[in-house]
């Protein structure tokens, strides 16, 4: 098939596109500015979105200064922290008395005193795996997952802040060891407050 060039240019396009013998501009002045739907059809609108995300999270705010008006926080007064990773490092604790998390395996440690946590952390995909497991890295509470990553393209972070309780167990787990570069990745655990209980 030969394709032949044809004199039409962008002047002819537009000239033709924009005036139509049928439409004229007194028909453009006449025309309403919004159509209406046709019947049974659904019309998106983002405005009911926007004004029920807006308004649920006011409600999110206004409980969180609540909460933590009834319950007073005192700051941590010795700095209790852990951290694991990156290998070959293992468990980093302070030698806070007493001790506010105790380490039970790789990367997964008891909570010892209830209190308001941070978990930091940093996980770094390996490009070069190629098992049948797909990428997942979980954060846990417990049998409860907090977080989870699945994302295998980025070197991603991972935690924030928790209120934990004595005896609760907080490990990052891997879908498969291999999935990520434990030279390159950690988490930590950091005691921010504990909570203060009006008698």
Partial sequence: MLLHRSPITREYLFS?????????????????????????AQRSSWKPWLLCSA?????????????????PLKAASEPCAAKFGPLPS??????????????????????????????????????????????AVQLCKNEDMIQILTNNSIIQNVGGTYELHAGDIIHLMFNSEYQVLKNNTFWGIVLLANPQFIS
């Fill in 55 to 71: 308004t649920v999270m006011m409600l999110l705010l206004c409980s969180f200064s609540i909460i933590f008006t009834f319950l």
């Fill in 90 to 135: 293992k468990w980093q604790m302070t030698t806070a008395k007493p001790p506010c998390v105790n380490k039970l395996s790789d990367w997964k440690l008891e909570i010892l005193q209830n209190g308001l946590y941070l978990i930091y952390g940093q996980v770094a995909p390996d490009a070069t795996y190629k098992g049948v497991a797909p990428f």
């Fill in 16 to 40: 033709t596109a924009f005036t139509s013998p049928k439409m004229s501009l007194s028909h453009m002045e006449n025309m309403r500015l919004s159509q209406s739907s046709p019947q049974g």
